[in-house]
């Protein structure tokens, strides 16, 4: 499997966005995905995950509420909205991807190269 995060941008705060991650490979839809982020100086921290059929999600208290994770199975596509951002979100977001783990450590088999997120006060 092969990952491509897109949409990050610069936002002012309390702005929206949403990322994307594309995926090739014929069997995305029975991967469990993740959404990680890492800002400077910082380790790589998880932010959400979502299991292969879409109804199971789990998110960091830090996003919660204000980050909806979602797939497109049909499209080979994960996707990330972001709204009420804050300066603290700022960070290279990873969409990652595995076909056994499903937990929330940055155990994913696949990752994607990363989009950087700024968001200014």
């Known amino acids: 499997v092969q990952l491509q995060a897109s949409g990050g941008g610069l936002v002012q705060a309390g702005g929206s966005l949403r990322l994307s991650c594309a995926a090739s490979?014929?069997?995305?839809?029975?991967?469990?995905m993740g959404w990680f982020r890492q800002a400077p100086g910082k380790e790589r921290e998880f932010v959400a995950r979502?299991?292969?059929?879409?109804?199971?999600?789990v998110y960091a208290d830090s996003v919660k509420g204000r980050f909806t994770i979602s797939r497109d199975n049909a499209k080979n596509t994960l996707y990330l909205q972001m709204n009420i951002l804050k300066p603290e979100d700022t960070a290279i977001y990873y969409c990652?991807?595995?076909?056994?783990?499903?937990?929330?450590?940055?155990?994913?088999?696949?990752w994607g190269q990363g989009t950087q997120v700024t968001v200014s006060s």
């Open positions: 490979g014929r069997t995305f839809s029975s991967y469990t």
């Open positions: 979502i299991s292969w059929s879409g109804g199971y999600t």
């Open positions: 990652a991807a595995d076909p056994k783990y499903t937990g929330s450590s940055a155990q994913y088999n696949y």
